[in-house]
């Protein structure tokens, strides 16, 4: 099993479209879970995001294992 990846991201966040745009020419995108900050708001207040882009990563068995933040460190985090 591989690790959940879930984009915390937003419509207005120029480096969130970068960063999905990057992930689309990949053949990555699909592999990630995005939220969006005006449409899931509820999602943000539960694990208190602030900014984004922000790449929360679980475990395969479900265990929050780390949260990533800034364009490349996200890139380089689901390429991996």
């Excluded at 879930?6 to 969130?16: D, H, M, Y």
């Excluded at 208190?48 to 929050?64: C, F, M, N, Q, T």
Aim: proline share 4%.
């Amino acid at each position: 099993m591989k690790n959940t990846f879930i984009l915390a991201s937003a419509s207005w966040c120029g480096p969130c479209q970068v960063l999905k745009q990057r992930l689309t020419a990949a053949g990555l995108l699909d592999q990630v879970v995005v939220k969006d900050a005006d449409t899931e708001s509820s999602f943000f207040k539960e694990h208190d995001i602030k900014s984004v882009p922000r790449l929360i990563v679980y475990s395969p068995d479900g265990k929050l294992e780390k949260t990533i933040s800034g364009v490349e460190e996200i890139y380089t985090a689901i390429t991996q």
